[in-house]
């Protein structure tokens, strides 16, 4: 049974950093990805970043670029989130996914499964 439980959200000032942890357990397909969502209210689901667990390669929105990075831990199975000069525009909640890496673009449909979230809030 596929596991996803994300830590980390919390409330900050603009410009300011969090760090979101996700732990995975029971996914093993080979071709496995994995990835950050988020969703405001109001609005639709939007794809993050993502990694490719087998090779790290990585891809990222384009307004995240820069300021967020993604990252896989293969001892712990666990993806994480950094995020930098964070802006109240990032406000939202956030959710960790694994699915496959398909095509160009980061969609919700290409991944099976998903935590519950962790909110992420940023103040002016």
């Known amino acids: 049974q596929v596991q996803l439980v994300e830590s980390g959200g919390g409330s900050v000032h603009a410009g300011g950093s969090l760090r979101l942890s996700c732990a995975a357990s029971g996914y093993t397909a080979s071709s496995y990805c994995m990835g950050w969502f988020r969703q405001a209210p109001g609005k639709e689901r939007e794809g993050i970043a993502r990694i490719h667990v087998p090779s790290h390669v990585t891809d990222y929105m384009d307004s995240v670029k820069g300021r967020f990075t993604i990252s896989w831990d293969n001892a712990e199975k666990t993806v994480t989130l950094q995020m930098n000069s964070l802006k109240p525009e990032d406000t939202a909640m956030y959710y960790c996914?694994?699915?496959?890496?398909?095509?160009?673009?980061?969609?919700?449909?290409?991944?099976?499964?998903w935590g519950r979230g962790t909110q992420v809030t940023v103040s002016s």
């Open positions: 996914a694994a699915g496959r890496w398909v095509g160009s673009t980061l969609n919700p449909a290409d991944f099976g499964y």
